[in-house]
């Protein structure tokens, strides 16, 4: 079965211009959730997508949005970067909730 | 809200030592406990989970039981190998508004060498 696959991998964006994030579950999921990472403040939870609705939201401004398809494919949208956006983003799926979340590899987004 | 607290690191050990990376937590309710591990350039790998008091989980050697009269998880192993080198994170599942999500530590870079 493949795996959380994550496009680009690698982005280099500047402030002020905005970005789509992909994120394809593993075959079956129905649930998406996406994590930003950066080294001050660690793991935090974006969002989550189940049969595309918007689930949950955690404390991350109107730019950040999202969305998901009928195929549970999932897009995050960053609006108006700003460099504190500079992040690893992180896209972990399962069959319907947190309680076994299998990873993407991860978008590094870096913010000039 | 509900938080998690790990050891700072980084930690180094020689081949061979025992490992423990300490982890507690605050929660109102009775979460789901998970280390999860992240080697350079990857996601995060689930390495273990338990989702009741007095449970074990395991998984390659390495293991944590959720006690709940201290509110802690910590992650054990008693020979680690180079191979285990890699950020280990200590999470819970928090149940908000009908979806759960997890809440993480900072996490703990652990340096194996030979």
């Known amino acids: 079965k493949a795996g959380v696959t994550q496009t680009p991998r690698y982005l280099i964006k500047t402030r002020g211009q905005q970005v789509t994030l992909s994120c394809s579950p593993i075959?079956?999921?129905?649930?998406v959730s996406w994590y930003q990472q950066t080294p001050g403040q660690g793991l935090q939870f974006l969002f989550e997508?189940?049969?595309?609705?918007?689930?949950n939201k955690g404390n991350f401004p109107g730019r950040f949005s999202g969305r998901q398809f009928s195929n549970s494919r999932s897009e995050m949208n960053v609006s108006t970067l700003e460099l504190g956006d500079s992040a690893l983003y992180l896209c972990a799926s399962s069959l319907e909730g947190p309680e076994t979340q299998y990873f993407g590899p991860g978008t590094r987004l870096l913010v000039l | 809200g509900d938080s998690v607290t790990q050891m700072e690191g980084p930690v180094t050990l020689s081949e061979e030592a025992f490992l423990t990376i300490n982890c507690t937590y605050t929660?109102?309710?009775?979460?789901?406990l998970f280390w999860y591990v992240q080697y350079p350039g990857e996601g995060l790998q689930l390495l273990l989970k338990a989702t009741k008091a007095d449970d074990k989980g395991s998984n390659k050697g390495f293991e944590a039981t959720y006690r709940k009269e201290t509110t802690s998880f910590h992650l054990e192993k008693g020979s680690v190998q180079v191979s285990d080198s890699a950020v280990y994170f200590c999470a819970l599942s928090d149940f908000l508004g009908g979806s759960e999500k997890l809440v993480f530590g900072k996490g703990t870079k652990l340096t194996v060498n030979p």
């Open positions: 075959s079956g999921h129905r649930s």
């Open positions: 929660a109102t309710g009775y979460p789901s």
């Open positions: 997508y189940f049969s595309e609705t918007q689930r």
